[in-house]
């Protein structure tokens, strides 16, 4: 896809710190890292993110995601690892090329990946729980 970052990085026309290659997914250091070490792992094809991304295409991407983490983890010396992926504007997706974060983590490092909230009540739990299962 043109003008895509990752992309881009894929074709090799961007420098990237690269962890990782595969026929179908690449991993490469984060430019803007939370913590330096944070990776990222990119299907090669060019998908705009989970909705877009076709289930074999994920497994593959969470399975190098797997791959990493202990190396990540040893290698930047966490105490803990996230492992996200921001779809839509909504939720913070800046780049449009699917990507899942594989970031680093410290006891104490003062982030907070999201704060936690409540059902307004029982009866709004009950909807959202059968809009859901009548999406699946
Ligand atoms: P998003 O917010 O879309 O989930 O995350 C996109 C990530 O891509 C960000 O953490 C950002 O720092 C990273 N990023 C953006 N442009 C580049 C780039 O040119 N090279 C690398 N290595 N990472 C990038
Ligand atoms: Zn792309």
């Not at 202990?70 to 105490?79: H, R």
């Not at 939720?91 to 704060?115: C, F, M, N, T």
Request: charged share 30%.
């Amino acid at each position: 896809m043109k003008d895509c970052i990752f992309c881009k990085i894929v074709k090799g026309d961007v420098a990237a710190y690269k962890l990782y290659e595969d026929d179908d997914i690449i991993s490469f250091l984060d430019i803007f890292p939370i913590h330096p070490g944070h990776a990222l792992v990119v299907p090669k094809k060019h998908s705009v993110d989970i909705f877009d991304t076709d289930e074999e295409t994920m497994g593959k991407m969470m399975k190098v995601a797997k791959k990493l983490s202990p190396s990540v983890m040893k290698g930047t010396k966490a105490n803990g690892i996230n492992i996200g992926m921001n779809n839509r504007a909504a939720a913070g997706q800046e780049v449009l090329h699917a990507h899942v974060h594989i970031i680093p983590r410290y006891d104490d490092d003062g982030l907070k990946a999201w704060s936690k909230n409540l059902f307004k009540d029982d009866k709004h739990k009950k909807e959202l729980y059968e809009a859901i299962k009548k999406e699946l």
